[in-house]
């Protein structure tokens, strides 16, 4: 593993992902691949300048970028960028006040889409559950051993973290998330 820091989140990248919108155009981008603001508008039934508006945003905070070669005239085609993948949040005490506000946001937003892909999985792995997987543990860690767990998972993660054009064929982009937390505070 490098022994180099991920980025960390600064507040206008953190304000840029906390945006539900944002949120859900990021995500139709890193799942389904480049599509056009009209085609974005069309799928979350909103204005065309609105989707607009929040792609720039996207941009300016490093998670999209424009497809020059795709793009003609007006019509501007976005990509998930590669560069930002692996960034960590910041300690709330490292933020100013109003932005600790919008990191609050960020993971009420988060734990929202966690829950609604969690009512999913029923379903999803009675059409086949090799597709599905949930794995549930109760591991005895120092902290120290929790943050090598947490980063062994993370470089995990990265490694099959491909952009689609290097993906096998029969590759599958799937949702992929890791609860951790103290079982002693219930």
Known sequence: MKDEKPPMLDPVRLKAL????RRLMLRHLSVHGPATSTTLGELLDAKTGTTSYHLRQLEK?????????RSTGRERWWRRTQALRDIRLPAPGELAPEDR??????HRANLAEDRELFERFPSAYLRDPRWAKLSRGLGRMTLEEFEEFFEAYIALLMKYNRPAEDAPPDARPMFVRLFALPADEE
């Not at 905070?61 to 070669?69: M, R, S, T």
């Not at 506000?101 to 960020?106: A, M, P």
């Open 18 to 21: 906390a945006h539900p919108m």
């Open 61 to 69: 905070a490093g998670f999209i970028e424009e497809i020059p070669e």
């Open 101 to 106: 506000l919008v990191l609050n946001e960020f």
